[in-house]
C-alpha cells in the first residue's frame, strides 16, 4: 500500500488588510479595509481586517455600506506589487519547509510535506511551526488546513481552519464523517450557484448525501439534469464528495516573465489618418493581449512605436505609458495605446506600427475581485474568444472595425505564414 501523503493549505488571514497593516503600524487596532475606490462611497472593498470584520463589514460590499455599520473605518488603496512581493516571501519560507510549493491564489498555497514531515513532528506540530515563522517574518498569520490531498486540504482550512483558534484543522479519515459530509453542498470544492440549485433539486443538499449516492445511480441523476455528456463531471464530483483527489502539488515554476509581448505590423501604403491609424492599433492590441492571455500574463506599460516610410529619414516616434492596474485586456491595452498616439503623433505618413506591453506579471495572482465587474465580464469574454480562436481560426471573431479597409487582420489571417503571429 502506498503511503498516505500530507497536504496543507495554507492561507493567510485578511491578506491586503494584514499587509497594510504591517506597513501602517498606526492603524494596528483600527477598524481597516482595502479598496478599490477610496475616494468614492461605491469603491468595492477587496479586503477587511478582523476588527472591521467585527463591526460587520465584508469583502465586496460598497465603501458606502461599510462606513454605515463603521464610521471611523480606515481606508486604503490596494498596492498589489506589495502584496506580490510579500506572497513570494511567504513562498519562499514554505519552500524552506519542502520542495513541493504550489501558489493556489495570491494569498494561498499548498504544500506536499510527506517528504520533510519527520524533520518536524506531527502535521500539525509543523504547520504551527510554519505558522510562527511567517507571523514573525512578515507579520501575516496563516492557517492551515491538513489532509492528504490537496481538496480535502483546502476545505479544512476554509470551513474549520479559518474558525479555529489555532488555525490549524486536520481532515482525515478518521473525522470525515463528521466533518466533510456535514457540509450543505455548497461548501463542496468546485460548486458554485448553478451546481447548487440542481444538487438541491436532486434531494442532495449536503455533501455525505452526494458520497452516499452509488456512483451509478448518481450518473443518472445528473444525466437527466445536463444530459448525457454530464458523466465526466458527475464522477469527478462524486469523487470530490467522497474525498477522493490524486492531483499532484505542482511547484510553481518561478519562471521569470519575459520582459515584454510586443508586435510590429508594417503597412500595404502610408496611413494618415488618426481613424485608420486606430483600426491598427486596436488588431495590434489584440494580438498583444491574446498573447499575454495565452501565457498567463498582464502588463503595466503600453509602448506604441509609429514609423514612416522613409526609415532612414526617421520620422516616429517610440512612446510608453503606465496603467494604473496591469491588463491583458485588449480594449484597455488599446486606450493606452490611442492615448498615446494622440498625444505624440504629429501626422507623418505611418508605414509601421507597433505595440507592446511590458512590466509583466502572471495574472493568476491578481484576486479577480480587485476588478470592477465590468473588467471581469470583459477578461472572461475574451477568454472566450480566444478559445473560439484557438478551435476555429483567427478569422472567426473580427472585431467589428477590422474588416474596414485599414484593418490588416483578415487579409493576415489569410496569408500563408504570416509573420504576425
Ligand atoms: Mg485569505
Redesign the pocket.
Known amino acids: 500500500m502506498s503511503r498516505e501523503k500530507v497536504i496543507m493549505l495554507a492561507?493567510?488571514?485578511?491578506?491586503y488588510a494584514s499587509v497594510e497593516k504591517m506597513e501602517h503600524p498606526e492603524y494596528k487596532d483600527l477598524p481597516l479595509v482595502v479598496a478599490g475606490d477610496p475616494e468614492r462611497r461605491s469603491g468595492i472593498i477587496l479586503a477587511a481586517c478582523p476588527i472591521a470584520k467585527e463591526y460587520g463589514v465584508t469583502t465586496a460590499e460598497r465603501i458606502g455600506d461599510a462606513l454605515a455599520k463603521c464610521p471611523n473605518l480606515i481606508i486604503v488603496k490596494p498596492r498589489m506589487q506589495l502584496y506580490i512581493d510579500i506572497s513570494m516571501v511567504i513562498t519562499r519560507i514554505y519552500e524552506s519547509y519542502t520542495d513541493l510549493v504550489e501558489p493556489y491564489s495570491i494569498?494561498?498555497q499548498f504544500l506536499d510535506v510527506t517528504g520533510s514531515l519527520h524533520l518536524y513532528g506531527s502535521p500539525e506540530e509543523m504547520a504551527h511551526l510554519i505558522q510562527k515563522r511567517v507571523q514573525l517574518e512578515t507579520g501575516i498569520y496563516t492557517r492551515f488546513g491538513i489532509a492528504a490531498n490537496k481538496i480535502l486540504a483546502k476545505t479544512a482550512c476554509d470551513n474549520y481552519a479559518k474558525k479555529n483558534e489555532s488555525g490549524k484543522f486536520t481532515l482525515s479519515p478518521a473525522n470525515i464523517a463528521e466533518t466533510l459530509w456535514t457540509l450543505p453542498i455548497d461548501k463542496m470544492f468546485m460548486v458554485g450557484s448553478r451546481m447548487t440549485r440542481h444538487f438541491n433539486a436532486m434531494g442532495l443538499d449536503t455533501i455525505g448525501k452526494l458520497a452516499a449516492t452509488p456512483l451509478e445511480k448518481f450518473k443518472l441523476m445528473m444525466r437527466r439534469k445536463m444530459g448525457k455528456q454530464s458523466d465526466i463531471s458527475a464522477e469527478l464530483y462524486w469523487r470530490i464528495a467522497n474525498g477522493l483527489d490524486d492531483s499532484p502539488v505542482t511547484p510553481g515554476t518561478h519562471q521569470v516573465a519575459p520582459k515584454t509581448v510586443g508586435h510590429m505590423m508594417t503597412l500595404p501604403r502610408d496611413y494618415r489618418k488618426l481613424d485608420e491609424i486606430k483600426v491598427v492599433l486596436l488588431e495590434l492590441a489584440e494580438l498583444v493581449c491574446q498573447r499575454c492571455r495565452g501565457k498567463g500574463y498582464m502588463g503595466y506599460v503600453v509602448t506604441v512605436g509609429l514609423m514612416g516610410a522613409d526609415y532612414d529619414n526617421s520620422s516616429g516616434f517610440n512612446r510608453q505609458m503606465k496603467m494604473d492596474d496591469p491588463s491583458n485586456v485588449t480594449n484597455q491595452v488599446y486606450r493606452a495605446a490611442v492615448q498615446l498616439v494622440s498625444k505624440h503623433w504629429e501626422g507623418h505618413p505611418v508605414r509601421k506600427v507597433g505595440v507592446s506591453l511590458s512590466k509583466l506579471l502572471p495574472d493568476d495572482q491578481y484576486q479577480t475581485s480587485l476588478f470592477d465587474l465590468d473588467r471581469e465580464k470583459n477578461m472572461a469574454l475574451e477568454k472566450a474568444t480566444d478559445a473560439l480562436k484557438r478551435k476555429y481560426g483567427d478569422t472567426i471573431i473580427l472585431r467589428a472595425a477590422s474588416v474596414s479597409p485599414a484593418g490588416q487582420a483578415l487579409h493576415r489571417a489569410e496569408k500563408i505564414g504570416g509573420h504576425y503571429k
Open positions: 492561507d493567510c488571514q485578511s491578506f494569498d494561498e
